[in-house]
């Protein structure tokens, strides 16, 4: 983790923490013992309780209107987030924001409510972030995301991760998964056969670089990237590379 003095506290801001690769972020923030506050943002609440956790209800098409702090607030009827209310008030706190915010079109109900999902809420999330101190932003995009790609979904990855170079974050990071395993809430069948085709070829030493990959090795990596004293800039992280840090 970067330096700090003792009495700043260092917040991990959290968008899609219900998702494959959310829930598995939250609990590496929860046991690494460099952060001290984890905020959730999420349109329901998780049916999970930490100290450190902090839930905020958002609707996120209308984030630009958010006040973290004062949403805090509300919360804090027993005193217990006073602690954070005051490290954001003074700014003496080290912000870092994950998003694994995400869909498919089938969930969304058509391409224009999966654009607004994963291209407007992500960019939505790190501009808030952004306004409430956040300096560096992890983002979960797709292996193959590519604004200029004949494919709907690789080309809105690709849009997000475009947009994102121009907000002004010390660090950008780019996470590009391929196929991910783990339990979803959701069956997606074409993935999973494509999981077991995949795996069949990266065991025969064939395409390794699209070797399907675990949700917690993604999050996993994310807070790895973030213990970096000296990242800067806008760095993209295939899932080979993903592979390599989480061994």
């Known amino acids: 983790m970067g330096k700090r003095s003792a009495d700043m506290s260092r917040v ?7 998702g494959l690769v959310g829930v598995q972020l939250l609990h590496q923030l929860f046991q690494n013992s460099a952060y001290d506050w984890v905020i959730s943002f999420g349109r329901r609440d998780l049916a999970l309780k930490h100290p450190k956790l902090v839930q905020i209800k958002v609707d996120f098409g209308g984030l630009d209107q958010l006040n973290v702090i004062e949403e805090i607030r509300l919360q804090n009827r027993g005193g217990d987030f006073q602690p954070l ?4 008030e003074t ?12 869909t498919t079109i089938k969930a969304a109900g058509s391409k224009e409510k999966f654009y607004q999902v994963d291209h407007d809420f992500v960019i939505g999330f790190a501009r808030m972030a952004l306004r409430t101190g956040a300096s560096r932003f992890f983002y979960v995009s797709a292996i193959g995301a590519d604004s200029g790609s004949s494919v709907f979904y690789n080309k809105v990855k690709g849009e997000v991760e475009d947009d994102l170079k121009r907000i002004d974050f010390t660090y950008v990071g780019i996470f590009q998964p391929s196929l991910l395993l783990g339990d979803r809430n959701e069956n997606r069948i074409g993935e999973e056969v494509g999981k077991i085709l995949m795996k069949g070829l990266t065991f025969l ?11 917690y090795q993604v999050a996993k990596a994310m807070v790895i990237k973030d213990s970096g004293e000296d990242v800067a800039g806008y760095e993209t992280i295939p899932s080979s590379e993903m592979h390599t840090m989480t061994q």
């Open 12 to 18: 991990a801001l959290v968008s899609g923490s219900s």
């Open 85 to 88: 209310i005051r490290s954001l």
């Open 91 to 102: 700014e003496s706190v080290q912000l870092s924001a994950f998003c694994a915010l995400g």
């Open 205 to 215: 030493g064939i395409l390794k670089k699209y070797k399907p990959i675990y949700g």
